[in-house]
C-alpha cells in the first residue's frame, strides 16, 4: 500500500533555508492535495501550509512569507521550501495528503495520508 515519505530535515541556523519533502512510496502515485503541519512537545498539531494541484497554496500567518510550497513534477514530490527561518520554526514537520495512482494495477485514490515527520532545529 502506499505510503508517504518525509526528507529533508536536520540542523539549520536562524535566517537560513531548508527545504522538505513529501513523496509517495509508490512512484505510480502522485499528491494532488496536501497540508503541511508542524509540532513541538507540548503543542498541538498545527497547520503550516494547504496546497492543491492547479490551485495557489495558502499559508498560516506566522509563515509571514517565508515559506513556499510547490509540486516537482521530476522527483514526484510536493516540497516546502523554508527562508529565514527563526528559532521559533524548530519543530516536526509532517505532511498529510491526499493521493492518486495505481493499487493492482487499477486506478485509486486515498485521502489524508501521514507521512512519518521530519524533525526541523534552528539553532545557532
Known amino acids: 500500500q502506499v505510503q508517504l515519505v518525509e526528507s529533508g530535515g536536520g540542523l539549520v541556523q536562524p535566517g537560513g533555508s531548508m527545504r522538505l519533502s513529501c513523496e509517495p512510496s509508490?512512484?505510480?502515485?502522485?499528491?494532488?492535495?496536501m497540508g503541511w503541519y508542524r509540532q513541538t512537545p507540548g503543542s498541538r498539531r498545527e497547520l503550516v501550509a494547504r496546497?492543491?494541484?492547479?490551485?495557489?497554496?495558502t499559508y498560516s500567518d506566522f509563515t509571514e512569507g517565508r515559506f513556499t510550497v510547490s509540486k516537482d513534477n521530476a522527483r514526484n514530490t510536493v516540497d516546502l521550501q523554508m527562508s529565514s527561518l527563526k528559532p521559533e520554526d524548530t519543530a516536526v514537520y509532517y505532511c498529510?495528503?491526499?493521493?492518486?495512482?495505481?493499487?493492482?494495477?487499477?486506478?485509486?485514490?486515498?485521502?489524508?495520508?501521514w507521512g512519518q515527520g521530519t524533525q526541523v532545529t534552528v539553532s545557532s
Open positions: 498529510n495528503a491526499d493521493v492518486s495512482g495505481l493499487n493492482d494495477g487499477h486506478y485509486s485514490s486515498t485521502v489524508g495520508l
Open positions: 509508490l512512484s505510480t502515485w502522485s499528491i494532488y492535495a
Open positions: 496546497w492543491a494541484d492547479g490551485s495557489t497554496a
